[in-house]
């Protein structure tokens, strides 16, 4: 089975304070990181705040362009797409992103949030997109009338959902989620994932999952890679990643899980960032390979 989409060597620098006559100084924020991600899975990136994860996301969705490196999607390199090939192809590749409250155009009505992709890419016509814009408002567990409000007359977690309707809007075969439920309150957060594992179940999704809450990561991720400082550090089934870490990083990230047994205490494993090496993932069990 190919994969959905096929990151290969991707490379993000991010230059600072050059000018005219200053060189500046520059910063490698994704470093060498490869990975695929099969139909179906939900794959998670996981590291501490900085450690590229969201640059990753990014990257891959060209919302931000990489300096080198390769990204497959469905066999076409998403790279090397002239713009009116990217917008044809970004069809099959969206976004859900962190913030609720900041990545819905508080000028405009849900109704039109959500048809928006249908109007960028031309389709339908203006009663067939309002057609689709309620089916979508209801596959996410909304009200069509919500089409008629505008953003901040809903709740962080009605924004988020509407953030997925529209995410969904052009049958995309993978999903960018970015941190989509670290903004919500708790009870909120599992309403929102529930309600993601119920849509890949229904519509056969893929995910890229980002965050850093292990314990929600362990809970819905089928394949986990562990960031730090830009490069991939260790990759494994998350069963594997959670019960046999190997990387020092990766066990040190993992000591920080809050216990939920009343008295236990928590027991933090320290990682000195100065005894990283660059040292390449090599295979230490099938399916897990890990830095060291």
Same mark, same amino acid.
């Given at each position: ?12 620098? +991010?230059?600072? &304070?050059?000018?005219? /006559? ?27 705040? &900085?450690? &590229? ?5 990014? *990257?891959?969705?060209? #919302? @931000? ?12 390199? /998403? ?8 917008? %044809? ?7 859900? /992103? ?16 959500? %048809? ?10 203006? %009663?067939?997109?309002? &057609? =689709? ?32 309707? =529209?995410?969904? $809007? ?12 670290? %903004? ?20 056969? #999704?893929?995910?890229? /999952? @980002? ?9 819905? *991720? ?19 990643? +959670? ?9 040190? #990230?993992?000591?920080?899980?809050? =216990?939920? $047994? ?13 005894? *990283?090496?660059?040292?390449?993932? =090599? ?8 830095? @060291?």
């Amino acid at each position: 089975m190919s994969a959905v989409v096929d990151v290969r060597h991707l490379v993000k620098d +991010f230059h600072r &304070g050059r000018g005219l /006559f200053r060189r500046g100084t520059t910063v490698r924020a994704v470093d060498d990181v490869s990975f695929s991600i099969q139909p179906g899975e939900t794959f998670g990136l996981v590291g501490e705040s &900085g450690s &590229g994860k969201t640059t990753t996301g990014r *990257c891959l969705l060209r #919302l @931000i362009e990489p300096t080198s490196g390769e990204v497959m999607l469905q066999g076409r390199d /998403f790279l090397s797409l002239a713009p009116r090939e990217l917008r %044809a192809a970004r069809r099959h590749v969206q976004i859900v /992103f962190q913030d609720p409250y900041s990545s819905l155009n508080p000028r405009m009505r849900v109704g039109d949030i959500v %048809a928006e992709p249908l109007v960028i890419h031309g389709m339908g016509s203006k %009663a067939e997109r309002a &057609g =689709r814009t309620r089916e979508l408002l209801e596959l996410v567990g909304l009200d069509p009338s919500t089409a008629l409000r505008y953003p901040h007359e809903l709740s962080g977690g009605q924004r988020q959902r509407v953030g997925l309707s =529209r995410a969904l $809007a052009l049958n995309p075969s993978l999903l960018v989620l970015d941190e989509p439920v670290s %903004a919500l309150d708790v009870s909120v957060q599992a309403q929102v994932v529930n309600l993601l594992l119920d849509l890949q179940q229904r519509l056969g #999704l893929t995910y890229l /999952f @980002i965050a850093h809450d292990l314990r929600l990561v362990r809970q819905i *991720c089928s394949r986990v890679a562990v960031m730090y400082r830009g490069r991939l550090v260790e990759v494994a089934p998350a069963e594997q990643i +959670f019960d046999t870490p190997v990387h020092g990083y990766t066990r040190a #990230l993992l000591s920080a899980i809050p =216990r939920l $047994a009343p008295g236990q205490k928590l027991e933090r494993i320290p990682y000195d960032g100065s005894m *990283c090496e660059r040292l390449e993932l =090599r295979e230490v069990a099938p399916g897990h390979v890990a830095a @060291i």
